[in-house]
């Protein structure tokens, strides 16, 4: 099983910067498509940028511009740079990894989610 562990979320005045990261651990061979995602009081849960193994990647409309996805192979960790932040950014925002590993000597794929971190933004 992998565990992430994000860092880098708290209060910022509309305009400002953070940084979010997201650290993996655990058992698996390989970690396929790392990505961030955020959930607002009473809304759902949506996607804000993903990046795959390669380094492709892909953003929300209402963001891109704005953050930036990147992620650090060697280290198993995702980034989320958020720049030009607005009130209506204000969420939990949550990792996410699919990774590959290997169940019963076979091959198997699963997801795995962090516990979130608060981002407000607010005067």
Same mark, same amino acid.
């Given at each position: %099983?992998? %565990?992430?562990?994000?860092?880098?979320?708290?209060? #910022?005045?509309? @305009?400002?910067?953070? +940084?979010?990261?997201? !650290? !993996?651990?655990?058992?698996?061979?390989?970690? /396929?498509?790392?990505?961030?995602?955020? %959930?607002?009081?009473?809304?759902?849960?949506?996607?804000?940028?993903?990046? $795959?193994?390669? @380094?492709?990647? /892909?953003? !929300?409309?209402?963001v891109?511009? +704005?953050? $930036?996805?990147? +992620?650090?192979?060697?280290?198993?960790?995702?980034?989320? %740079?958020? /720049?030009?932040?607005?009130?209506?950014?204000t !969420?939990?925002?949550?990792?996410?990894?699919?990774? &590959?590993t #290997?169940?019963a @000597?076979?091959?198997?794929?699963?997801?795995?989610? @962090?516990?979130? $971190?608060?981002? $407000?933004? &607010? &005067?």
């Amino acid at each position: %099983q992998v %565990q992430l562990v994000e860092s880098g979320g708290g209060l #910022v005045q509309p @305009g400002g910067s953070l +940084r979010l990261s997201c !650290a !993996a651990s655990g058992s698996m061979f390989s970690i /396929n498509a790392m990505g961030w995602y955020r %959930q607002a009081p009473g809304k759902q849960r949506e996607l804000v940028a993903t990046v $795959t193994s390669g @380094g492709s990647t /892909n953003y !929300a409309d209402s963001v891109k511009g +704005r953050f $930036t996805i990147s +992620r650090d192979n060697a280290k198993n960790t995702v980034y989320l %740079q958020m /720049n030009s932040l607005k009130p209506e950014d204000t !969420a939990v925002y949550y990792c996410h990894a699919d990774y &590959s590993t #290997v169940v019963a @000597g076979l091959p198997a794929d699963f997801g795995s989610w @962090g516990q979130g $971190t608060q981002v $407000t933004v &607010s &005067s």
